[in-house]
């Protein structure tokens, strides 16, 4: 079936156009399909609805212990001045704000740290985030980075795929480190490398690459730095880590002052992603649920619609609290892959094992409208 006839077939829809571009707005929730060969996606955050998505983020709120280790300048909120969903993409502001004035810590500016502790937390894969940094100014801390589930610093160990610590206003460097504790007795240690990167106010990709051997730091796949995780290290190998995201101004490792020009900066983040190779013991805790894009209200028409086993090797069953007439599969480039017609049941089963593994979107017409759901292929 072609897309002209699933406009036809489409007709409760009057404005066909508006669909056409809802499905896109679907299709392209979580992409790409696979990062490489081995990694798949499991897991996706793609900032695409009106509200920050609870299930998956808390703010942490105030000034941290020493200002967050740090002795920064920023008191940090969880209001929507300071982080919200903008465009498809999760800002978050840091801005002069004197309302949370801490004078042991200087706090001119508020800002949001975002974290997923007990909410999605992973060990080994491929983990990114594409990211748009603010301007380099003295002082200006943008960062992307995990802890380890149980937070006792050093011990629970760290990883920092991405920091921009601004010490000048012309900074163009970013650091992947890693840290942990050596020995038993409190030891902090850490190792970890920079990368100057043209333009690093424009969207670059951030990731890190994380098996029970190594760790690797990547920006737009060229290398940053890599760790081999031996005894000494182990704490790469002792469970899961959280995802931070934040925006902090002044601190110890940016020479412990800032640019008093400072009005607002903005931290961009189009989608964080984890990929994972199921033969690499890994493991994800996930807790979340999607949130509903505002962009799909017209096609998702209501929850009495299951689809199980998701993922799936290539069988699907979905289940239906009124009647199913037909689903369509599209892939991530909006192109229809597959479709069922003539069903006349509350259940059904497909099959899209002759797909490649990767994300795609099931529209599912029921007496009761068009439901939307996504599904792995794996």
Known sequence: ????????????????????????FLATLLIPVTANAEYKLVWSDEFECDEINK????HEIGTGKDG????????????????????GNLVIRAIADE????????????????????????????????????????????????????????????????EYMCQNNSNKRVLSTFHWNHGTSYSPASYGEGKNIDNPNDFHVYSLEWTSEYLKCFVDGQHIVTMNINDEVKTFKAGEFFFILNLAIGGTYVGGDYDKSITEEKMYVDYVRVYQDPADGGSLT????????????????GSGVEVWPNPTSGIVNVDSDTEISEIFVFDYSNK????????????????????SNGMYVLVIGTNDGYVSKHIIKQ
Not at 336 to 355: E, G
């Open 68 to 87: 967050w280790g740090n002795w920064e300048s920023e008191y940090y909120t969880d209001k929507k001045e300071n982080s919200y969903i903008e465009d």
């Open 336 to 355: 229809m892959v597959a479709s069922y017609s003539n069903l006349t049941d509350k259940n059904a089963t497909i099959d899209i094992s002759a797909l």
């Open 55 to 58: 299930t998956v983020w808390t």
């Open 286 to 301: 996930n807790k979340t649920t999607p949130c509903t894009p505002s962009a799909a209200e017209d096609v998702l028409a």
């Open 1 to 24: 079936m072609n897309f002209e006839n699933l406009k036809i077939n489409l007709t409760i829809y009057k404005n066909m156009k508006k669909f056409n571009s809802t499905l896109l």
């Open 99 to 162: 309302t949370q004035y801490n004078p042991k810590y200087k706090t001119h500016f508020t800002s949001a740290r975002m974290i997923t502790k007990g909410k999605l937390q992973v060990q080994y894969g491929k983990l990114e985030a594409r990211i748009k940094l603010p301007e380099s100014k003295k002082g200006v801390w943008p960062a992307f980075w995990m802890l380890g589930e149980k937070v006792n610093w050093p011990y629970c160990g760290e990883i920092d795929i991405m």
